[in-house]
């Protein structure tokens, strides 16, 4: 009779076993669904910003060189309201930087999505920030630069990728 329940006792706990190991892998790909769709809800906010036609004007105008050339970019000649996107625009990739230093947004999603666009603007800022974590803060811009060091590190974008000119 113990050769019984000894049977009994291991086909539970086999079976309690298999019933863990089940809802650890279900628990699994919750917890991926929940990080997925916070990347997503994360991403369509900031896309939202971003994309929006004001905010394409005022890229286009600064990738373009209307307010000067990296060497000479200087916000301060600029009027209230384009200072105020000039720093709008600033801050939004320092956050999605941030975003991706902390793994709270992948990488490859936000290449997906801003393609070229940080790196453009950080090529005409970059002077300008650089200056400005003398005088200013030393970690003015760093996320945002550490975002722009991993587009140039991407094994997705070739070398002849950044050597176009003109595209906005």
Same mark, same amino acid.
């Given at each position: 009779?113990?050769?019984?329940?000894?049977?009994?006792g291991?086909?539970?706990?086999a079976i309690?076993?298999i019933?863990?190991?089940?809802a650890?892998?279900?628990?699994?790909?919750?917890?991926?669904?929940?990080r997925?769709?916070?990347h997503?809800?994360?991403?369509?906010?900031?896309?939202?910003?971003y994309?929006a036609?004001?905010?394409?004007?005022?890229?286009?105008r600064?990738?373009?060189?209307e307010f000067g050339?990296?060497?000479?970019?200087?916000p301060? *000649?600029? $009027?209230?309201?384009?200072?105020?996107? +000039?720093?709008q !625009?600033?801050?939004?990739l320092?956050?999605?930087?941030? =975003?991706?230093?902390?793994?709270?947004?992948a990488?490859?999603?936000?290449?997906a999505?801003?393609?070229?666009?940080?790196?453009?603007?950080?090529?005409?800022i970059?002077?300008?920030?650089?200056?400005?974590?003398n *005088?200013? $803060?030393?970690?003015?811009g760093r996320? +945002?630069?550490r !975002?722009v060091?991993?587009?140039?590190?991407?094994?997705v =974008?070739?070398?002849?990728?950044?050597d176009?000119?003109?595209v906005?």
């Amino acid at each position: 009779m113990g050769d019984v329940w000894a049977a009994v006792g291991a086909v539970s706990a086999a079976i309690g076993t298999i019933v863990v190991i089940t809802a650890s892998f279900f628990a699994y790909s919750q917890i991926r669904e929940a990080r997925l769709s916070r990347h997503v809800q994360l991403l369509i906010s900031f896309q939202e910003k971003y994309h929006a036609p004001a905010a394409r004007r005022f890229r286009h105008r600064l990738i373009s060189g209307e307010f000067g050339t990296p060497g000479n970019f200087d916000p301060a *000649h600029m $009027s209230a309201e384009d200072y105020h996107s +000039f720093w709008q !625009l600033h801050d939004q990739l320092e956050m999605l930087g941030v =975003l991706v230093e902390k793994d709270l947004l992948a990488f490859d999603l936000v290449l997906a999505c801003f393609h070229r666009s940080p790196p453009q603007v950080w090529d005409v800022i970059e002077p300008y920030i650089l200056q400005r974590r003398n *005088h200013a $803060s030393p970690l003015e811009g760093r996320n +945002f630069e550490r !975002l722009v060091r991993r587009y140039q590190n991407s094994s997705v =974008l070739p070398a002849q990728y950044w050597d176009r000119q003109n595209v906005l």
